[in-house]
């Protein structure tokens, strides 16, 4: 069946560190993965996209891109900021309109 | 434009006890989910509807949850009866007719089974 593992959290960073969320999956066909983003307090919210493999989804200065090759779609924002502290949630659609997740990793970054 | 809302924010109840979930897509979106969250732990899917009817409803763990979408607008989440392992967040989406792709998340409702 499909899967999706994240790395364990939460990740603790400085204010304008490198932020990477490892994500890989197991799927069946060619899924469109996703990442979400729950702030305190707030239902998830679609972060970024992508498709097809190689492409990059990006928003808020946050980017992904589609690895079929090692199954990946790592979070990666090259300056984190305190107002990006949340739990991101990597996913996965196989077209069955049932959103596959990972069990979410939280960020929290300090001033 | 008004999100999915979830009403209770927080429920808490005993073992036994029965409680219902509701959920308010955005306007106009034909497609609405079910989700849930157990212990820190994955978001599984549980069912999706199509107007009023059930598309796939494979991720529902067992009969004492019971869905419905009367009239294809909200929707209600029941729990008859409910058990410890209940406990968890429970989300709702929804998605316009035919971009399946971009599931509009509800803020969730805390259920809290003692």
């Known amino acids: 069946g499909n899967s999706v593992t994240q790395m364990e959290g939460p990740v603790t960073l400085s204010e304008e560190a490198f932020l990477t969320i490892n994500c890989t999956y197991t799927a069946t066909g060619y899924p469109s993965l996703f990442w979400y983003v729950q702030y305190p307090g707030e239902g998830l919210q679609l972060l970024l996209k992508a498709t097809k493999a190689d492409d990059k989804g990006s928003n808020k200065g946050f980017e992904a891109t589609y690895r079929k090759e090692t199954t990946s779609f790592h979070l990666e924002k090259g300056s984190v900021q305190v107002s990006d502290s949340a739990v991101y949630f990597c996913?996965?659609?196989?077209?069955?309109?049932?959103?596959?997740f990972g069990s979410g990793t939280r960020l929290q970054v300090q001033p | 434009e008004a999100g999915v809302t979830q009403f209770p924010s927080h429920s808490v109840i005993e073992k036994g006890q029965t409680v219902t979930l509701r959920c308010d897509p955005i306007?106009?979106?034909?497609?609405l989910y079910w989700y849930r969250r157990v212990m820190g732990k994955e978001i599984k899917f549980l069912l999706h509807f199509v107007k009023e009817s059930k598309q796939d409803e494979s991720g529902m763990p067992n009969n004492r949850f019971l869905a419905e979408r009367t009239g294809g607008t909200y929707s209600t989440l029941k729990v008859q009866p409910a058990e410890l392992e209940d406990s968890g967040v429970y989300f709702c989406?929804?998605?316009?007719?035919?971009?399946?792709?971009?599931?509009?998340f509800g803020p969730g409702t805390r259920l809290t089974v003692l």
């Open positions: 306007s106009g979106h034909d497609n």
């Open positions: 996913a996965l659609d196989t077209g069955r309109r049932a959103l596959t």
């Open positions: 989406a929804s998605s316009q007719t035919g971009r399946t792709d971009t599931q509009y």
